[in-house]
């Protein structure tokens, strides 16, 4: 195994001590000696499989290991130790009995020596002791033992102080359990699993009990049978609560145990959508699963409330039964990652070379499979993945293959491309890139979109590879990156096909959440605070990812070490990890459950979202981001409508009274034809730059396809931006570029002119049929704007304006929105002033609904320089909060009732977000039924009833708790309950080792925060 070097000493280099800590794992039973061995051999503890897994019935080897390294240490300090054990011999092993002989050096008088036996099944199997009057001792440790390997920890005490310590290990053997199989792998929950048990040397009466137990220590079912070299069993898998359970067989005759074995299974179960979820990226975690102190630091994550692991390792078995044996379901990550930080092998990587596809599909099969065996149902392609175009022959010929099937004949191709092809055949890498943008972009637009399908199609193809190994699966990516094209971060096309996503910061989450799907998986990445210094930025995000929507956080990352993880070397918390369980606590125990279970009321501000206009400009993303920002800053909320989705009249159905279009260079006549109607129809256009300049194709147009609506005429040319020149909105003025020169107002009136181009239109407004039509001649880019940095995109950094050029653009947004009666759900204020920068969402469910209120953020996920930002009281500022109406209005968070009212006093600081209730009833009581007593494996039914004296209530989240005398085997029956109409419901079904005794139950309306609580006494059995 080699030898690992340990240098201690003070002073000058070269000064200090060298020790070599050999790794000498050739004899067991001599193990150790002075120095450190970390491990005993696998096949000598375990008949070959991994110590590194975390398994209750598996030795716990971390206590001696450290135990040995603070040894080795203390000698490599030049130390010498009064005592020490030199020699620890097993001179004889029999089932009834072993005895052990140490040789000890130094002095021995008042010294006694202690040995604790732990057998295969992390049981103490014998004690004993023996005072110590010569350099050697005997200990006899009585039987009888069970067949395998057991472990001795010896410690040389004086009084109640250890001087020395050292340990040795020996085999039983006799009767054994040889294997435990099963018929099918994973199973379901609630399946029941038939498999059998093999034993070897049985004795002719002995009994097998054969026991389902779930990763909270609860015996589900379990059979008692006679003996024979292969028993079958059936165990009925409906009462585990964790991700797997083991199976254990124990062979006994009479009261003795002769031998123990387990088996784990994986019991398939889908992460519930409508539960605030927990995710860890789990890289770091899976160097630490063989690390000695795994155990505790895998259950320290799972301390942190994680419900899944994104597995960097996709391939490694022992890291995804590691997680879910620690009840943590393993989501495999980085099983291709299609194209990576400029890594030369992903850089040369080419999607279109003939047969990849086939190559790629071998790949997420083989990589899926293995996760799935350890209960995954979530997959990741790849972290930080993405893909660049190229303009190779395999590339081209693709490319032909897809504007054949869109063209069907070369000659409309060369309508668009202004070109005379006479097969597409013809088409070369230079002709994609000759194009003029007075005359037509098509060529490279079109391009660009299909490179932008082509990234987007293989997680169609991943996502058919994992359903077929279940239809449950989903798969996505993490790590991703705002739209751009340079990485084909098409967001609506890719959310065609992504069902599990953990993003990064910045437009993306405006663009994922206006396109996720139903039952679509979606956490962000949190944790960046290496420096434990920012408070805000660690309360922040899990609200932001609620209130947006998703189902909640991806922390980054699992373990210790240079990366900064949640976890410090020593297994305690830092910081951040516990102001973000304080956050979670209250997110999983039902405040989550309430928003996702609830529907996000309806935007009335909707902005297009064109993959194709942002490739006709640069100026694309910096642009619509500024609109985005401005908007949130309001209160006001917003969605993306795809160009795509315009098309198919979604207008016509969707509920917004205002479309955006930024910089809509690139229109459809579909498109043109549909924002008419909507217009007509009496809605509101805010086009922001020029628009209608190119068909949806890409060629010229010649003339604006919104010229009528707008009342202006834009210009044909690519760009005639100046730079910045000052325009007046209102009584004040912006320094900005102007957008298009060339722009004539033909029938719009001019609302804002530009102070040196006084004939060139600033701010634009034309009524048009039942509604009207603005346009906006300079781009919104320098309001805020996200920079991507770090080393593949994490590290989002914000640029803004200063506040009092930022109250400019916001008065042009409200000019622009005048008499549309959008306003935010709620008026803040201080001192009879409009707080901005708070972002307002409302969610309703029936006659509830949910306001968040969550004071925005600007600060980034990564710690910057050594300033100090932790949350103090006198950081938070009074305001008023007037939700527009008078109802009965509770403050979630803090479970108080506010009373019948239309204002409510709050206090706000950055960050932290507010969450009220908004009911026209007033919550008296919780009423909680649940039988006196139960034994043990029985069902408990509980029913709960919200009460109102006024009027029927709605459908309220109860949270309930049951304790019992154990609480670590209790909590698993914790649950966030939805009730329907304020009744609901819950079975509890009861170990059949549940401990006797007080199990009190606990039901608390998480809009009210009013609880009451039951008692069921449990009996044995």
Same mark, same amino acid.
Request: glycine content about 8%.
């Given at each position: 195994?080699?030898?690992?070097?340990?240098?201690?000493?003070?002073?000058?280099?070269?000064?200090?001590?060298?020790?070599?800590?050999?790794?000498?794992?050739?004899?067991?039973?001599?193990?150790?000696?002075?120095?450190?061995?970390?491990?005993?051999?696998?096949?000598?503890?375990?008949?070959?499989?991994?110590?590194?897994?975390?398994?209750?019935?598996?030795?716990?080897?971390?206590?001696?290991?450290?135990?040995?390294?603070?040894?080795?240490?203390?000698?490599?300090?030049?130390?010498?130790?009064?005592?020490?054990?030199?020699?620890?011999?097993?001179?004889?092993?029999?089932? %009834?009995?072993?005895?052990?002989?140490?040789?000890?050096?130094?002095?021995?008088?008042?010294?006694?020596?202690?040995?604790?036996?732990?057998?295969?099944?992390?049981?103490?199997?014998?004690?004993?002791?023996?005072?110590?009057?010569? +350099?050697?001792?005997?200990?006899?440790?009585?039987?009888?033992?069970?067949?395998?390997?057991?472990?001795?920890?010896?410690?040389?005490?004086?009084?109640?102080?250890?001087?020395?310590?050292?340990?040795?290990?020996?085999?039983?053997?006799?009767?054994?359990?040889?294997?435990?199989?099963?018929?099918?792998?994973?199973?379901?929950?609630?399946?029941?699993?038939?498999?059998?048990?093999?034993?070897?040397?049985?004795?002719?009466?002995?009994?097998?009990?054969?026991?389902?137990?779930?990763?909270?220590?609860?015996?589900?079912?379990?059979?008692?049978?006679?003996?024979?070299?292969?028993?079958?069993?059936?165990?009925?898998?409906?009462?585990?609560?964790?991700?797997?359970?083991?199976?254990?067989?124990?062979?006994?005759?009479?009261?003795?145990?002769?031998?123990?074995?387990?088996?784990?299974?994986?019991?398939?179960?889908?992460?519930?959508?409508?539960?605030? *979820?927990?995710?860890?990226?789990?890289?770091?975690?899976?160097?630490?699963?063989?690390?000695?102190?795994?155990?505790?630091?895998?259950?320290?994550?799972?301390? *942190?409330?994680?419900?899944?692991?994104?597995?960097?390792?996709?391939?490694?078995?022992?890291?995804?039964?590691?997680?879910?044996?620690?009840?943590?379901?393993?989501?495999?990550?980085?099983?291709?990652?299609?194209?990576?930080?400029?890594?030369?092998?992903?850089?040369?990587?080419?999607?279109?070379?003939?047969?990849?596809? %086939?190559?790629?599909?071998?790949?997420?099969?083989?990589?899926?499979?293995?996760?799935?065996?350890?209960?995954?149902?979530?997959?990741?392609?790849?972290?930080?993945?993405?893909?660049?175009?190229?303009?190779?022959?395999?590339?081209?010929?693709?490319?032909?293959?897809?504007?054949?099937?869109?063209?069907?004949?070369?000659?409309?191709?060369?309508?668009?491309?202004?070109?005379?092809?006479?097969?597409?055949?013809?088409?070369?890498?230079?002709?994609?890139?000759?194009?003029?943008?007075?005359?037509?972009?098509?060529?490279?637009?079109?391009?660009?979109?299909?490179?932008?399908?082509?990234?987007?199609?293989?997680?169609?193809?991943?996502?058919?590879?994992?359903?077929?190994?279940?239809?449950?699966?989903?798969?996505?990516?993490?790590?991703?990156?705002?739209?751009?094209?340079?990485?084909?971060?098409?967001?609506?096309?890719?959310?065609?096909?992504?069902?599990?996503?953990?993003?990064?910061?910045?437009?993306?989450?405006?663009?994922?959440?206006?396109?996720?799907?139903?039952?679509?998986?979606?956490?962000?990445?949190? +944790?960046?605070?290496?420096? %434990?210094?920012?408070?805000?930025?660690?309360?922040?995000?899990?609200?932001?990812?609620?209130?947006?929507?998703?189902?909640?956080?991806?922390?980054?990352?699992?373990?210790?070490?240079?990366?900064?993880?949640?976890?410090?070397?020593?297994?305690?918390?830092?910081?951040?990890?516990?102001?973000?369980?304080?956050?979670?606590?209250?997110?999983?125990?039902?405040?989550?459950?309430?928003?996702?279970?609830?529907?996000?009321?309806?935007?009335?501000?909707?902005?297009?979202?064109?993959?194709?206009?942002?490739?006709?400009?640069?100026?694309?993303?910096?642009?619509?981001?500024?609109?985005?920002?401005?908007?949130?800053?309001?209160?006001? !909320?917003?969605?993306?409508?795809?160009?795509?989705?315009?098309?198919?009249?979604?207008?016509?159905?969707?509920?917004?009274?205002?479309?955006?279009?930024?910089?809509?260079?690139?229109?459809?006549?579909?498109?043109?034809?549909?924002?008419?109607?909507?217009?007509?129809?009496?809605?509101?256009?805010?086009?922001?730059?020029?628009?209608?300049?190119?068909?949806?194709?890409?060629?010229?147009?010649?003339?604006?396809?919104?010229? %009528?609506?707008?009342?202006?005429?834009?210009?044909?040319?690519?760009?005639?931006?100046?730079?910045?020149?000052?325009?007046?909105?209102?009584?004040?003025?912006?320094?900005?570029?102007?957008?298009?020169?060339?722009?004539?107002?033909?029938?719009?009136?001019?609302?804002?002119?530009?102070?040196?181009?006084?004939?060139?239109?600033?701010?634009?407004?034309?009524?048009?049929?039942?509604?009207?039509?603005?346009?906006?001649?300079?781009?919104?880019?320098?309001?805020?704007?996200?920079?991507?940095?770090?080393?593949?995109?994490?590290?989002?950094?914000?640029?803004?304006?200063?506040?009092?050029?930022?109250?400019?653009?916001?008065?042009?947004?409200?000019?622009?929105?005048?008499?549309?009666?959008?306003?935010?759900?709620?008026?803040?204020?201080?001192?009879?002033?409009?707080?901005?920068?708070?972002?307002?969402?409302?969610?309703?469910?029936?006659?509830?609904?949910?306001?968040?209120?969550?004071?925005?953020?600007?600060?980034?996920?990564?710690?910057?320089?050594?300033?100090?930002?932790?949350?103090?009281?006198?950081?938070?500022?009074?305001?008023?909060?007037?939700?527009?109406?008078?109802?009965?209005?509770?403050?979630?968070?803090?479970?108080?009732?506010?009373?019948?009212?239309?204002?409510?006093?709050?206090?706000?600081?950055?960050?932290?977000?507010?969450?009220?209730?908004?009911?026209?009833?007033?919550?008296?009581?919780?009423?909680?039924?649940?039988?006196?007593?139960?034994?043990?494996?029985?069902?408990?039914?509980?029913?709960?009833?919200?009460?109102? !004296?006024?009027?029927?209530?709605?459908?309220?989240?109860?949270?309930?708790?049951?304790?019992?005398?154990?609480?670590?085997?209790?909590?698993?029956?914790?649950?966030?309950?939805?009730?329907?109409?304020?009744?609901?419901?819950?079975?509890?079904?009861?170990?059949?080792?549940?401990?006797?005794?007080?199990?009190?139950?606990?039901?608390?309306?998480?809009?009210?925060?009013?609880?009451?609580?039951?008692?069921?006494?449990?009996?044995?059995?």
């Amino acid at each position: 195994m080699g030898s690992r070097r340990l240098r201690h000493g003070n002073g000058d280099p070269g000064g200090g001590r060298v020790t070599l800590i050999d790794y000498d794992l050739g004899n067991f039973t001599r193990w150790p000696r002075r120095t450190c061995s970390m491990f005993p051999p696998n096949e000598a503890v375990t008949g070959g499989s991994n110590l590194f897994v975390p398994r209750a019935d598996r030795m716990p080897w971390e206590e001696p290991y450290y135990a040995h390294l603070a040894k080795a240490l203390y000698e490599a300090a030049g130390k010498t130790a009064d005592t020490s054990i030199t020699d620890v011999d097993i001179e004889s092993v029999d089932r %009834d009995g072993v005895r052990l002989t140490l040789t000890t050096e130094g002095q021995t008088g008042g010294l006694t020596a202690y040995a604790q036996c732990i057998a295969p099944d992390s049981t103490t199997a014998a004690r004993s002791k023996a005072d110590i009057s010569s +350099g050697k001792v005997s200990i006899d440790l009585p039987g009888p033992f069970m067949t395998g390997t057991h472990f001795v920890w010896l410690h040389l005490k004086k009084d109640t102080t250890d001087v020395a310590w050292a340990s040795a290990g020996f085999t039983v053997t006799g009767p054994a359990v040889t294997s435990i199989a099963t018929e099918k792998v994973p199973c379901n929950l609630g399946d029941i699993i038939k498999g059998t048990v093999t034993l070897r040397d049985a004795p002719t009466d002995a009994r097998v009990t054969v026991e389902l137990i779930d990763t909270f220590g609860r015996v589900t079912d379990s059979l008692d049978t006679a003996a024979s070299t292969n028993v079958p069993f059936e165990l009925d898998s409906d009462g585990v609560a964790s991700i797997t359970a083991r199976i254990r067989a124990t062979l006994r005759t009479g009261n003795r145990i002769e031998a123990k074995d387990s088996h784990t299974v994986a019991l398939l179960r889908d992460l519930p959508p409508d539960d605030y *979820l927990v995710g860890i990226w789990a890289s770091y975690a899976n160097t630490a699963c063989a690390r000695p102190w795994a155990f505790t630091l895998l259950d320290k994550q799972r301390r *942190l409330g994680v419900d899944f692991a994104l597995m960097a390792h996709s391939d490694a078995d022992i890291y995804h039964q590691a997680y879910a044996e620690h009840n943590m379901a393993p989501a495999p990550e980085n099983m291709h990652r299609i194209f990576f930080k400029l890594n030369e092998t992903y850089k040369n990587m080419n999607l279109a070379e003939p047969g990849f596809e %086939d190559a790629f599909r071998e790949v997420i099969r083989s990589r899926a499979k293995t996760g799935y065996k350890w209960g995954s149902l979530d997959f990741s392609v790849g972290d930080e993945c993405g893909y660049t175009v190229r303009y190779d022959k395999h590339t081209v010929n693709a490319f032909r293959q897809y504007l054949e099937k869109r063209y069907n004949t070369i000659q409309p191709l060369n309508n668009d491309w202004g070109t005379a092809f006479t097969s597409f055949a013809d088409i070369t890498a230079e002709s994609i890139k000759q194009s003029d943008p007075a005359v037509t972009i098509a060529p490279m637009l079109q391009f660009k979109l299909f490179s932008d399908r082509l990234f987007a199609d293989y997680f169609r193809i991943a996502r058919e590879e994992v359903q077929r190994l279940d239809p449950r699966n989903r798969l996505g990516l993490s790590g991703t990156r705002d739209p751009g094209h340079y990485i084909g971060f098409d967001w609506y096309e890719l959310m065609k096909h992504v069902t599990h996503l953990a993003f990064y910061d910045g437009l993306q989450r405006e663009c994922i959440r206006s396109f996720k799907k139903p039952g679509d998986l979606i956490t962000s990445f949190v +944790g960046y605070d290496f420096l %434990d210094l920012d408070e805000r930025n660690t309360r922040y995000f899990p609200w932001l990812e609620l209130f947006s929507g998703f189902q909640g956080i991806s922390i980054y990352s699992a373990s210790s070490g240079t990366w900064h993880g949640y976890i410090r070397h020593d297994l305690s918390w830092p910081e951040r990890a516990k102001w973000t369980m304080d956050e979670l606590n209250e997110l999983k125990n039902g405040i989550g459950k309430s928003i996702l279970t609830a529907q996000r009321e309806p935007a009335a501000i909707a902005i297009r979202y064109s993959q194709r206009s942002l490739h006709a400009s640069s100026a694309w993303l910096s642009n619509v981001t500024g609109i985005c920002e401005v908007i949130k800053d309001m209160g006001l !909320q917003f969605n993306f409508v795809a160009d795509e989705q315009i098309e198919q009249g979604l207008l016509r159905t969707a509920p917004c009274r205002v479309l955006f279009l930024p910089l809509a260079q690139v229109l459809s006549d579909r498109e043109t034809a549909e924002i008419t109607d909507f217009v007509n129809n009496g809605g509101r256009l805010v086009a922001v730059g020029r628009c209608g300049t190119y068909n949806g194709a890409g060629k010229v147009r010649s003339a604006n396809a919104l010229a %009528d609506i707008l009342g202006v005429q834009c210009s044909t040319a690519a760009s005639t931006a100046t730079d910045n020149v000052r325009v007046d909105v209102g009584p004040e003025s912006l320094n900005v570029p102007i957008d298009d020169l060339g722009i004539t107002a033909t029938k719009a009136d001019t609302r804002a002119a530009f102070q040196n181009h006084t004939k060139t239109p600033a701010v634009t407004r034309n009524v048009h049929g039942r509604g009207q039509a603005w346009f906006v001649n300079f781009l919104w880019g320098s309001y805020r704007g996200f920079r991507s940095g770090g080393v593949g995109g994490e590290v989002v950094d914000r640029t803004t304006t200063d506040e009092d050029t930022a109250a400019i653009w916001r008065g042009l947004m409200s000019t622009l929105l005048e008499e549309t009666d959008i306003v935010p759900p709620a008026l803040i204020t201080r001192d009879e002033k409009t707080v901005p920068y708070i972002e307002q969402v409302v969610y309703r469910r029936g006659p509830i609904t949910y306001l968040g209120i969550l004071p925005r953020y600007f600060g980034g996920r990564y710690t910057r320089g050594t300033k100090r930002d932790w949350i103090e009281p006198q950081d938070f500022a009074p305001v008023t909060v007037d939700v527009r109406r008078e109802t009965c209005v509770y403050n979630m968070r803090e479970e108080q009732f506010l009373g019948r009212t239309s204002t409510v006093p709050a206090r706000i600081t950055s960050g932290i977000a507010l969450l009220y209730a908004l009911t026209p009833y007033q919550v008296n009581s919780v009423e909680l039924t649940s039988p006196p007593t139960a034994k043990q494996g029985d069902s408990i039914d509980i029913g709960v009833h919200v009460e109102s !004296q006024t009027q029927p209530v709605g459908d309220h989240i109860v949270h309930l708790e049951i304790v019992g005398p154990d609480p670590e085997l209790s909590s698993c029956h914790n649950i966030n309950l939805i009730t329907e109409a304020g009744y609901g419901g819950w079975t509890v079904n009861l170990a059949r080792n549940a401990p006797p005794g007080k199990w009190t139950i606990t039901a608390r309306d998480v809009v009210s925060g009013i609880q009451s609580t039951a008692d069921v006494v449990v009996t044995e059995k």
